[in-house]
């Protein structure tokens, strides 16, 4: 049986024993769809605003619009302005939409151990594996990459994430003051391409190309979220940041890394690259590695 078979007769058998197929999902007099809106705004303290329930969901404005309109006219949600930017539209529980959340939770809860419970606990434990695993690397498989200006603020809060990790896990902790420094200094913002990878709404992965000298490229600041460790997303960033580099004009690729990060060393090596001599004055980087990159295709002339 091939991979889309598995997924779709999986998504029949699932979606039939959760009940979404009902009209009245576990009952509470709403369908899936909505009901799943009260969990969303319900799970972000202080309410959430209209953009944010779509960037997580990739809803529709116009559906989610009509959507809200019908938990607003069941009291379940109030929809307001946002005091700290008008333009943005908040988005909370009433108390009857809270009170609902707490049965939804229940009874969403009571049916996970209905499912389970004639499973032996090693069929449980298989279970617990085998959905973990799967709800990976759907999410893995549906990751957006998008190209953004690097020093714009999603930019710097991916960076500023792959900084913390680094203090964190280098022996002697890293100078972020000083990084963020020379990121400031560097001045050819046109010659620096910016990936970052986002998963319903979060931001879960980046890295940048930048030219070094002429024809060769170098990646930087490339970081993973350490809770998608595993599902082929820093392989996947790594092909694009390629394909980036080669786009600029690039023939070859370099890196450096520091020793402490084997997993990354691993990966760069099964991608191909091969271990070089120093060729920069990084005080964090132990090793260094280059790629020759395969000349971009070009378009087929139009007609």
């Not at 404005?61 to 607003?72: D, I, M, N, T």
């Not at 090693?122 to 690097?150: F, G, I, M």
């Not at 970052?196 to 940048?208: I, K, Q």
């Not at 760069?268 to 990159?293: H, M, S, T, V, W």
Request: hydrophobic share 40%; charged share 30%; glycine share 8%.
């Amino acid at each position: 049986m091939v991979d889309t078979e598995v997924v779709r007769r999986f998504n029949r058998t699932y979606t039939q024993r959760i009940g979404a197929l009902d009209e009245s999902f576990l009952g509470l007099g709403l369908p899936l769809g909505l009901a799943r809106l009260v969990f969303e705004v319900g799970s972000a303290s202080g309410g959430t605003t209209a953009r944010d329930i779509r960037t997580r969901l990739g809803l529709d404005s116009g559906h989610l619009a009509r959507q809200l309109r019908a938990l607003e006219e069941r009291r379940l949600v109030e929809v307001h302005p946002d005091p700290v930017d008008r333009r943005r539209r908040l988005v909370t529980l009433t108390r009857a939409g809270r009170a609902l959340l707490r049965r939804l939770d229940d009874r969403s809860e009571q049916l996970a151990a209905r499912l389970v419970a004639p499973l032996t606990m090693r069929q449980r434990e298989r279970l617990t594996e085998a959905l973990a695993t799967a709800d990976l690397l759907v999410r893995a498989a549906t990751v957006e990459l998008a190209e953004v200006n690097p020093r714009s603020p999603v930019a710097r809060a991916a960076v500023a994430q792959y900084f913390a990790e680094l203090d964190a896990r280098f022996p002697g902790g890293f100078d972020v003051a000083a990084a963020e420094a020379d990121d400031r200094a560097t001045p050819d913002l046109h010659a620096v391409r910016f990936l970052v990878a986002t998963s319903d709404g979060t931001t879960v992965a980046c890295g940048g190309v930048r030219e070094i000298s002429p024809g060769v490229g170098e990646i930087k600041r490339m970081w993973v979220h350490d809770g998608w460790r595993g599902a082929g997303l820093g392989a996947r960033l790594l092909r694009r940041l390629e394909e980036v580099s080669a786009e600029m004009g690039h023939r070859t690729v370099r890196l450096d890394t520091n020793g402490t990060l084997t997993e990354a060393i691993a990966m760069y090596e099964r991608a191909g690259y091969r271990a070089i001599e120093r060729y920069n004055d990084n005080p964090y980087a132990q090793a260094f590695f280059e790629k020759r990159l395969r000349t971009p295709r070009s378009a087929p002339p139009s007609r």
